[in-house]
């Protein structure tokens, strides 16, 4: 298993245009959530899904948001019209939780600028 | 009002000292988990640790749950150690939603 991977890695984009990014998580892990983090501050709860159910979403999730994991296992995170503000490391982790516990495990984030 | 709080904010060590990093909670909190932010950006799990006490090589960690605090030791500090150092918990009754606090900044000079 290769850990949660994120694509793209990096993505550049002028205002107003829309950008979809990719989370696979790690493939026997039924929870997967979604976090920002911009320059300098910890990573903010975007939404969380356990299986394809999107069960909880933050407040900073606006309307032009949204998040979908279809089949219970990749997801994806679609922003449209994209502003300037949106500009952030987009991370992606996942779990599994059992009688060990919640460990959570991070992709290396998709880094968007909007400019 | 702050709900996951983490002292000191910044921290520069001499490469071999060691350190202590505090996580305070402003609420019950459970899950508990140490990450180590690299310069890259990654984010890596050093413990899960919702109470007592675990080791791992010069990393130690220790979570009073009752006093809603968590420490993060780092024993003869490498270079390496260099990065951000979030704790991250799961307050009250916040469903799912794990809360990160702020970072501790960790410089480690040769």
Same mark, same amino acid.
């Given at each position: 298993d290769t850990g949660v991977s994120q694509n793209p890695r990096h993505k550049i984009t002028k205002r107003g245009q829309n950008v979809t990014f990719r989370c696979d998580p790690? +493939? /026997?892990?039924n929870r997967l959530y979604w976090y920002r983090q911009t320059l300098g501050q910890g990573p903010e709860f975007l939404t969380y899904f356990q299986n394809e159910a999107q069960l909880e979403k933050s407040r900073l999730l606006s309307d032009r948001f949204s998040a979908e994991r279809p089949k219970g296992s990749f997801s994806t995170l679609e922003i449209q019209?994209? /502003?300037?503000?949106? +500009?952030a490391m987009y991370l992606c982790a996942s779990n599994l939780p059992d009688s060990h516990g919640e460990k959570l495990f991070f992709g290396s984030g998709t880094q968007l600028s909007v400019l | 009002g702050i709900q996951v709080e983490q002292s000191p904010p910044d921290l520069i060590l001499q490469e071999g000292a060691n350190s202590t990093l505090r996580c305070n909670f402003s609420d019950s909190v459970n899950n508990l988990q140490w990450f180590h932010q690299n310069p890259w950006g990654q984010l890596i799990n050093l413990f899960y640790i919702p109470s007592g006490t675990k080791q791992n090589g010069r990393l130690s960690a220790t979570t009073v749950a009752t006093e809603r605090y968590s420490l993060l030791y780092i024993s003869s500090s490498q270079t390496t150690d260099s990065g951000v150092y979030f704790c991250v918990g799961l307050l009250g009754a916040a469903g799912n939603k794990l809360t990160f606090g702020g970072g501790t900044r960790v410089l480690v000079k040769p």
């Open positions: 790690i +493939s /026997e892990h019209r994209t /502003e300037q503000g949106d +500009s | -």
